[in-house]
């Protein structure tokens, strides 16, 4: 059964780091490109940051550039992203999901697999 598990989320002050991680069961990840998504209470899921099969290639949204990096190791089937510099508007579930292609955008509706989510709730 294919299945993907976030963790790592959880509750940080303003300006803190926070690294997520995706964990692959059931299939590998090495020919699926991945995809991290957030959505806050009362609104829609948001396109965060991609990464190409490879890792050869990556996307973030203008809201997290310079502050958050997705990285993966094939190696061991798991996909990081690293959230630095966090703010309050970062508050939100976050998820991963994984499509069976070489290369995607972050637009929810190009994955197939979604987890079922990690709570990061930036406060002080």
């Known amino acids: 059964q294919l299945q993907l598990v976030e963790s790592g989320g959880g509750l940080v002050q303003p300006g803190g780091s926070l690294r997520l991680s995706c964990a692959a069961s059931?299939?590998?990840?090495?020919?699926?490109?991945i995809g991290w998504f957030r959505q806050a209470p009362g609104k829609e899921r948001e396109g965060v940051s991609c990464?190409?099969?490879?890792?050869?290639?990556?996307n973030y949204a203008d809201s997290v550039k310079g502050r958050f990096t997705i990285s993966r190791d094939n190696a061991k089937n798991t996909v990081y992203l690293q959230m630095n510099s966090l703010k309050p508007e970062d508050t939100a579930v976050y998820y991963c999901?994984?499509?069976?292609?070489?290369?995607?955008?972050?637009?929810?509706?190009?994955?197939?697999?979604w987890g079922q989510g990690t709570q990061v709730t930036v406060s002080s």
């Open positions: 999901a994984a499509t069976n292609t070489v290369v995607a955008g972050i637009d929810p509706y190009e994955y197939d697999y």
């Open positions: 059931g299939f590998t990840l090495d020919y699926y490109a």
């Open positions: 990464i190409s099969s490879s890792g050869g290639s990556t």
